[in-house]
Structure formats: C-alpha cells, structure tokens
C-alpha cells in the first residue's frame, strides 16, 4: 500500500485520524525546507546530526576515558555495549512505532540517549561507563528506526528520498570533523565535555521536531478493513533479546583469542541464525525480489565498504609509509562524494532510474574495494587510493540512500517501523559480521607481525605483510560484487 494514501483518510471517515494524508497544503515545488516542512526537517535532521557526531566523535575520547577510569580491559564493551542494546531497541521501536506512532519512542529514545551520555560523562568507574553506552544504545536504536516512520507518515512520497538523503549526509559530515573537534574538546576541556556537551545541544532539535511530529504522525494508523490480517511472528522482542545476546557473545569471542572462546561464538551464531529468519523479511538470505533484497543489499554494501575501509589507513602507514595524518586525509574526499551520492538519487526526474543508479553504484563499491590495495604493489601511486574511494563513496551514497527510499517505498504504512528496523539491523549486523571475518583474515595471512614493523613502515622503509591486507580486501571485493546481482533484484 501506497506510504501516500493511507487508508481511512476520507472526510467521511467517523473515525478521527491523528496521521493526515499528506501534510499540510503545499505547493507542487515545495521541498523538505519549504514553510510546512523546516521545523520538521531541521529539527529530525539535526536529531540525526548529533548522533552521528558523538558516534564518530567518542573513538577520540575513549582511549583517554579508559585510561583515567583504569578500564583499558573493559575497552571494547564500551563500543559493544552501544550495538547490543541498540539491536534490540530497533525491533521495539519498529513494533511500537506501527502500533501507536512514533512520537513515544522518539520521545523516550531521545531521553535515553542523553541519559546514557549523562552517565558517561559523570562514571567515577569503567563499568558505569560501560552502562551509560548500553543506555545510549536504546535510546539511539529508538530514535532511528522512529525517524523511517515519522518520514514515511509526514512526508509526501516525492520529498521521501530529499529527507532520506539528508539522513545519510548527517553521517558523512561527521565522520570528517568529529574526531577532530572531539579531540579538540578532550585536550582543552577533558573527555567528559564530549559526553556532557550533546544533551545541552538535542534540547532546539526537540523542540523544533516534537510539536511537528505530534501534530502530523502521532497516533496509530486507522485500520484497513480492505487490508490482509497480519501475522506477526510470535515474540519479536524475545527473539530481538537473543539476537543482542547474540551479537555479544560473538564480540566478546572475537576480542579473546582463547580456544574456549569457541563456545560463547558457537552459541552466538545459533542465536544469530535463529533470529535474523524471524527479525528479518522472509527470504533476505536468498535475495528474494522486492524488499528482502532492499534489506540484504543495505547489509552488503555497508558490512563490505565499512569492514574494507577501517583496513585503509592501516595499510597506508605500514605498507607505503604514510603518517596517520596523510592517510586519513586519503579518505577524506569521500565525505563529499557520499553526500553527492545521495543528492543524486534523491532527485525526482530520476526517480524512475534508481534501482539502475543502485545497481551502478555497488559496481563503484565494488571496484573501490578491488582497487585499493594495488598500492601494496611499490609502483603504483598513492592518490589512487583517495580516488577510488571517492568513487566508492560517491556509490555509498546512492546505495544508503537508495534502500532507504526504496524500503518506505515497498512497505505499508502500518509495517514502516518493522522494515526500517530489519533495514537497520542487517546495516548493523553486517558492519559486525563482516570486519570480524575481515580481522580473522587480516589475523591468519599474518597481519598479527604487520604492527610490529609500523616504526619502520612510517619511516618509508615499505615492510609488513601485503598479503594480510589482500586477504581482506578481495574477498570483501567479492562480497561488494555479490551486492550488483543483489541490486538489480530490488525490483518487485
């Protein structure tokens, strides 16, 4: 069912409806920053905007937080806390959304996630920091998969990608400035200023956003006597808890290299298996047509992209000696291709092209991730890396942005939030899978020696093991590819 006729939205309806059709009149050329829309767009976009800054900006201040609060052992569960929680948030607010609105779990996500902050920024201990990521985590997975619902009930469906697009743009921008001014506040102010800044910042979003969202998508959506009963699997959450247990147990394997760590990642795949059939579209893993293949190709293109570009630095300072510096400043003309990749799909002349533009685009992420390490070879020159991930940005951007559409686009109003959760969490889940099996790899082909030669490599000298970095990138190359048959499968 169209996002943009909802049901019971006739005048001769007795039924009060809290979710108009369309939002307020507005012209044929009105855009998401026209009068109707600003405090809406702003508001949901900066939301957006401040996540993503203090997701980009807390691997600054963590190092520092660890060390003052003698909790460098506890180090990745202050990062693996965050993702465990929010997979389950996801799936709450994706059922929550669909049966009540948006407005509630935006409201408690928001509150969550600035108390999760509070809590970081005042822990005496490493384990009360580790708690207020776990908190933050739920908030932010409410927050998130909410913002899909209140765009698919109170946007048009021709601004849908414009909006989607800024969505996907607010985690580019960061990634090129958060680390710095994080780094900037953790020197001149202390590392807990990064937590304790935001939750003053979220409070003119809220207010730009709350009354927008209350007035235009709160409430459920009448019921449609012409509609299918649903049938929902039985206990999502259950199912949404054991995939978060799940995703812990591979992440605490994962960091202990010990033989009986085999044990908790045996039972974190069972789970996982388990609960991905139930969480995600029937027929994800085989690319059904339509919208498991939307879901399946978010998690190919982030989980390869992702897994192959957190590789890239390292494999410039060590194996062609570059200062860190230099080589994060090699991925920095991504920032801008990747939003030009999203204003590109989001324009409504070529909205009848967009599966083609996606199709288009993971053939650029595939080709970024099979060109970079050619700079293993002495004679190949530097700059292609920063091109060819410029390019693979630049097919980023239409990919993300692409699903996104495409998901508001293939779902029924009352099922927006459970999509935009599945879209999420096969995101989320990739990123994880695919950089463990990336490390396990990296691991096997020698990459474990690669830093004991980084003083010589910085220095020019050109050591390391180039193969450790081949055995991640081209089988992320081959994953990249998968996700172009994948592409041309999104059409129902």
Same mark, same amino acid.
């Given at each position: ?12 309806? =007795?039924?009060?409806? =809290?979710? !108009?059709?369309?939002?307020? =009149? ?12 600003? +405090? ?61 609105? #948006?407005?509630? #779990? ?5 509150? $969550? ?17 580790? &708690? ?8 932010? $997975?409410?927050?998130?998969?909410? &913002? ?18 800024? /969505? ?9 400035? @958060? %680390? ?47 509609? !299918? ?11 949404? /808890? ?39 579209? #029937? ?7 339509? &919208? ?18 957190? /590789? ?18 090699? &991925? ?40 970079? !390490? ?16 410029? /390019?693979?940005?630049?097919?980023? $951007?239409?990919?993300?942005? *692409? ?9 029924? %109003?009352?099922?927006? *939030? ?9 995101? @989320? ?16 082909? *020698? ?5 004991? @030669?980084?003083?010589?490599? +910085?220095?020019?000298?050109?050591? @390391?093991? !180039? ?26």
């Amino acid at each position: 069912m169209s996002t943009s006729q909802q049901p019971g939205a006739e005048a001769a309806d =007795p039924v009060p409806i =809290p979710v !108009p059709v369309e939002p307020a =009149p507005v012209p044929a050329a009105g855009g998401v920053l026209s009068r109707p829309y600003l +405090a809406l767009s702003l508001g949901i976009v900066s939301v957006v905007l401040l996540i993503a800054f203090e997701a980009t900006a807390v691997g600054t201040a963590m190092p520092v937080a660890a060390r003052e609060l003698h909790g460098v052992p506890l180090y990745a569960f202050a990062f693996s806390a965050y993702f465990t929680t929010s997979l389950f948030a996801m799936v709450l607010a994706g059922q929550w959304a669909d049966r009540a609105g #948006p407005l509630a #779990p935006i409201t408690l996500g928001i509150g $969550g996630f600035a108390a999760g902050l509070l809590l970081c920024g005042t822990a005496g201990s490493m384990w009360v920091f580790v &708690l207020g990521r776990a908190v933050q985590g739920l908030g932010g $997975g409410l927050v998130i998969v909410a &913002l899909y619902v209140v765009v698919s009930r109170a946007y048009p469906r021709r601004l849908q990608p414009a909006i989607l697009a800024a /969505f996907s743009a607010c985690w580019v921008v960061p990634s090129v400035v @958060g %680390p710095l001014i994080a780094g900037t506040v953790t020197e001149h102010l202390g590392w807990r200023w990064v937590f304790l800044g935001i939750p003053v910042l979220i409070l003119l979003p809220l207010l730009l956003a709350l009354p927008q969202i209350r007035r235009r998508a709160a409430g459920p959506l009448p019921a449609d006597p012409d509609a !299918p009963p649903r049938t929902a699997p039985r206990g999502r959450l259950a199912w949404a /808890f054991a995939l978060s247990l799940a995703a812990g147990l591979l992440q605490y394997a994962a960091g202990d290299p010990d033989w009986w760590s085999l044990a908790p990642a045996l039972v974190g795949a069972v789970l996982l298996a388990l609960a991905v059939r139930v969480l995600l579209p #029937p027929g994800t893993w085989r690319a059904a047509r339509g &919208l498991p293949a939307v879901v399946l190709l978010r998690g190919v293109a982030a989980g390869a992209f992702i897994a192959a570009e957190s /590789f890239v630095p390292l494999m410039l300072v060590t194996q062609r000696g570059l200062s860190p510096t230099l080589a994060g400043l090699s &991925l920095a003309l991504g920032g801008s291709t990747w939003a030009f990749g999203s204003w590109v799909q989001a324009r409504p002349a070529w909205s009848a092209y967009r599966r083609t533009f996606m199709t288009f685009g993971m053939v650029l992420v595939a080709g970024a991730i099979a060109t970079a !390490p050619g700079v293993l070879l002495p004679w190949t020159p530097v700059w292609i890396v920063a091109v060819a991930w410029g /390019f693979g940005c630049f097919g980023m $951007g239409i990919v993300t942005s *692409g699903t996104s559409t495409l998901l508001l686009e293939l779902s029924a %109003p009352e099922e927006a *939030g459970t999509n935009s959760a599945a879209l999420q969490m096969s995101d @989320g889940l990739s990123n994880v899978l695919l950089l463990a099996l990336g490390g396990a790899a990296f691991a096997a082909a *020698g990459g474990g020696a690669v830093g004991a @030669g980084h003083e010589l490599s +910085a220095a020019g000298a050109g050591t @390391g093991h !180039p193969a450790a970095f081949a055995a991640v990138f081209l089988p992320l190359a081959v994953v990249a590819a998968v996700g172009v048959g994948v592409a041309r499968r999104t059409r129902e």
